[in-house]
């Protein structure tokens, strides 16, 4: 599915919203004398996307249960400016969660420790298991089965991770323990 927005926005739009929330990313004027360029947009909207998150982070601490009302309220305004389209919702939520694995995933480690391979692997849950449901739609059996085959690898790379987080506190026998029994 592809999505075209009917206004895109500029670099330079992109970077005044971030110099108007105080968050515009130090320019290097030797790189770029001229400002931003149409080849930053999509690291600008990275910026933006965290200032954004950072605020309703700030704004919606679920410390108590009543506040999830204030999550709750975020969504209303993100459903105003997305409208009725269920594709694209659900494409906007596929590309969220494909940002948050990576961001759980820590690219640089060589070894991701359990937890967070649980928690990456969670992540890939949802996105195929999402995936699974817009192929079901669309009448693709195929893509379902694949989508489906995703899912289901993911969901065991998520018990072996809380397997190994047990092992790592003791809860739980190792490979190596399993040995020494035998």
Do not use: C
């Not at 400002?35 to 679920?62: M, V, W």
């Not at 060589?110 to 298991?129: H, K, Q």
């Amino acid at each position: 599915m592809s999505f075209r927005s009917e206004h895109p926005v500029s670099a330079e739009q992109i970077s005044a919203a971030l110099a108007a929330l105080a968050a515009e990313p130090a320019a290097d004027p030797e790189k770029r004398p001229e400002g931003p360029q149409e080849g930053d947009r999509l690291h600008l909207l990275g910026s933006l996307l965290a200032k954004t998150e950072l605020e309703i982070t700030a704004a919606t601490r679920l410390t108590e249960e009543e506040e999830i009302e204030d999550v709750l309220e975020t969504l209303l305004g993100w459903g105003e400016q997305l409208g009725a389209d269920h594709d694209l919702a659900v494409n906007v939520l596929t590309n969220r969660l494909h940002r948050t694995a990576l961001q759980v995933s820590e690219p640089e480690a060589e070894e991701l420790p359990p937890g967070r391979e649980a928690a990456y692997a969670a992540v890939m849950t949802a996105v195929y298991t999402l995936s699974a449901q817009l192929h079901a739609e669309r009448e693709d059996a195929e893509g379902t089965r694949h989508a489906l085959s995703g899912a289901e690898e993911a969901l065991i790379d998520i018990l072996q991770g809380m397997h190994d987080l047990r092992v790592a506190i003791g809860d739980a026998p190792g490979p190596e323990d399993e040995a020494d029994n035998s």
